[in-house]
């Protein structure tokens, strides 16, 4: 049963490739595990195939099945299957289903500086200035919030949605998606400089590697002051329960 | 006169002609430059200056006709040197066999020298009726080689016919020896046309006897040696040796499977075998040409040099490591298939599967790229567009590892094969192979340590340096196990191999190690001209034209295909024609 | 089957893999077009100058490409015409120049007249620059691109401008 050798050896490979994915949570890209698979089945193809016999051997089975005649029932069963696991798959979506692969980096790097209102700001050290009433006046901080949340559905809901889950109205016929505030992935890990520096500048303001042609997200800076991009950032985070990163 | 020579003739008329008809166009630069006594600055163009033909994109017809012109040129310089050697090994070893394949490639080359011509006069027609002002420039800085160049190529004609057509008169005593001069000065002016058109394509990549506006210093020798010039020369050599082993194995490989007889499938099966060792043989010193031009590349221009490596041609390193890969892949399992053609080959089948491991994983190792493509929801997975895996294996030390030990395997296999036959008989047998395992583990640990230590352990600096010590010691443990072996095998028990004993299989890989060469010196030529940009003459003379802008790999690589594809068919109608000729012979 | 078939079907096949290979699998880059010959016109704001400068950092003078945190092979740029000033108080430093402005000029058109420790030319102890003068000619910027670029530096660290444009003045001269 060298046929059976061979998908099990190409299967033994294929796992291992996956291992990292399942154990580890850090799967190995798909792209490069079709690439890595494309060549090991080819290898242990031609290891295979390198004496007649054993060739012979390797495709016997596929042989017998197409020409033995005892074997007419199998035959007519494949032939059945093969045809409709096919029709399935293409009624499935098979492979389109997933989201297609892209280079683009969704949090690059920021400039250190960035200009708007007439200053500079340096990313670095940039903090909102409402953020200290928190402690100090907890009541003038929830005015302070409930002012960015207005801020935010008169400007922000159509795409990041009414539960700031990223589902706006609009957000269907994006690509990329406007992304969520909610979870742990992407304003609970960055500073508030970095969130004030992408409402500032939006997509248009994204280094190349962002992907700054194809967002969606316009640039704020002519639209809002720089006080209301504060005030609803403290209200992004206080929505979602995130505490802005501060290291 | 016989029809076949009147047809070689006429084809040569037809390329001296399109010479004639060009060269006066050449010197007309040459001429009002010294007439003036004063060479003028490079022209700044527009793109009103480029003449347009309806239905002809310029630079796609200029593209198409210069790779093919380089493939052929590479066949036909390539061809002359296997046949003198093959000529001469004959001579010393007193074997008809090697004097008949001699002379069967000649004939094909004959054919192909012709379609060299034709394909060079196509460059040429295409270059002065689109590129006129570029031309003028050129040829008011390289007059005086173009004529060099013309003499040269009626030179090489001559001698060509005339190692051809004397095969036969001059195949005894003294006469051959003065037929292998002929065949001598027909490589020689072959090899020097190649250098001089090398001067011109390397001087619009790194200008030299130019000034910053393009003024010519009147000196022609500071032009001809500008920055690219030797390393081109030299990997273009050696890259037409491997190129023309190939398509020797190729044809070879065709006729085996068509083979009538027995005797007909050994001698193709042997022809194949030899061809493709020679083309693998002068592939693995061609990396080192290969950095030699990279490096002067960056000495020349380190935004050149970025340009090539990082950025947009990044993945088109990707790309050629994917092919070298299946060229090694492919290379080995010719060998593989050719153990059974030794009485022992049985025994060494076994160890095939570890062989074929090793060198599949160190290719795997070879192209994995350091940035990945990645879904978005492997990207929030991973966090990154890095993995913690293999984002050490996408740089430079670890493929420097993995090369080095595909290297050494390779030429495992090859150790393996030639044991297929022989049984060491001298007493430290035992002692010698012992020898050898020792020399490769050491060499695998040296290669290994080196990389990853100076790698990933220190600075940048080392990181590159380290490759030069893993090379050395490749090409040590190669050189030291050669003549183990040799000493090993003196007076060994010898069994005559038993050639055309391989499956017919194993003739494909002989097929894809020539397509696969083909389609890599296109993509290799296509990212070696396109890292100029949008210059003619990189910082001297601007591409104003439409067609100025560098197109992506996507482009080039289609682009390449269909060139390859052409130039596959018109190699095989090459081949059938000359199969035709000599069925016409033996009729006579 | 006749063998030319199978041969020319199996040379078709392996043309076809890379082809696919090149063409869906690694990623589709495009390439940048060409820069721009000649500046469109004299800037006459400041704005346009940073606009410039801008352009030509990032094309015709290809700064980014060397200058950028990937490539690692030559000093950031960001804060360059803010620390300028401490460069040219260094003991190091054999330039000419007297002020931050001039110290950019000179980095542009002379770069060895003072290499940043640490980014000289390989074996030279840091008294060779890498880069090309920007005047030379792979490059070839002429006045007005390099005021623009030192604009477009002292705008990105948040300096004031001092680069003054023509238009600009005759206009207050105007007044």
Redesign the interface.
Known sequence: MRLLKFALTSLFFYLLLKAPGFFWDKPIPS?LVS?YMFFIVITVLLVMTITDEGARGLFAPIRALVEDPSKKLVRNAVFVILPLAAVFLAYDGGGLKATP?E?RATHP?P???T?GYGK?F?LATLENPFRKIEKEDPEAFKSLVKEGGEVYFKNCFFCHGDKLDGRGHYAHALDPKPLPFTGGDTIAQLQESYVFWRILKGGPGLPREGGSSISAMPAWEKELTEEEIWKVILFLYDYTGNTPRSW | MKPRFKSILSLTALAALQLLFVLPYFFSGALAAEATGAFGPAPVLAAGDYPKVTGVNPRMFVWMAAQMHLWFAAFVLAVPIFVLLLEVVGVIRKEKRYDKVAYEFLRVSLTAYSITAITGGLLLVGLIVFYPDLMKYLSSIFGSTMLLYALFFFVESAALYLYYYGWKPMSSGGLKWAHIGVGLLLNASGTTLMFIANAWVTFMMTPAGVD?AGVFDGNIWHAVRNHLWGPMNLHRFIANIAYGGSIVAAYAA?RF??ASGDKEKAHYDWMGYTANLVAIGALLPLPFAGYWLTAEIYAY????G??LM???FA?LF??QA??IGALFLAANYYLWCGFKRGVNGERYLKYVRYLAFVIAATFLVWFTPHTL?LTPEEASSLGGQYHPLLGPLGLMPAKNIAVNIMLLFTFLSFLLYRRSHRTPTVKWARAGNAMEAALFTAAIANIIFLGVYYGYFTNS?YKVASSVPQVATTLFVIAACLVIEYLMHRNSETAELKWGRVPDRSQ?AL??IA??FT?LMG?MGFVRSAIR??WHV???M???SPD???????Y???TV?VG??IF?AIV?FIFWLSHMGREGEADE | MN??I???L???F???V??L???K???????????K?EASGQPATVEELVALGEQVYNGKG?CA??HS???G?APLL??AALIAEDRIKERGYKGKAANAEEYLFESLVDPSAYVVPGFGA?GTKDTVS?M?AVV?????LNRTEIDAVIAYLQ????VEVTIEVEGLKTEEAAR
């Not at chain 2, 221009?301 to 050149?304: E, V």
Request: aromatic fraction near 10%.
């Open positions: 792209s690439m692969s280079l790097a400039p250190p500086l200009r500079t340096d | 910053m065709y499977l068509g221009s380190q935004q050149m970025i340009t990082g950025g947009l993945w990707i790309i994917v092919l493509i600096v494909y097929f894809l397509v696969s389609w993509l940009q949008h990189y910082s001297v601007r591409d104003n100025a802008f560098t197109p992506s790999i996507a080039a690589a289609k295909s390859t594809i596959m095989a | 063998n030319f199978k041969v020319a199996f040379s078709l392996i043309i076809g890379y082809t290979y090149s063409v699998i690694i990623p589709p880059i495009t390439p940048e077009e060409p820069p010959e290809a490409l060397c945190p990937v490539a092979r960001e804060n390989a890498p090309p030379e000619s792979a490059i070839g705008q990105l660290a948040g």
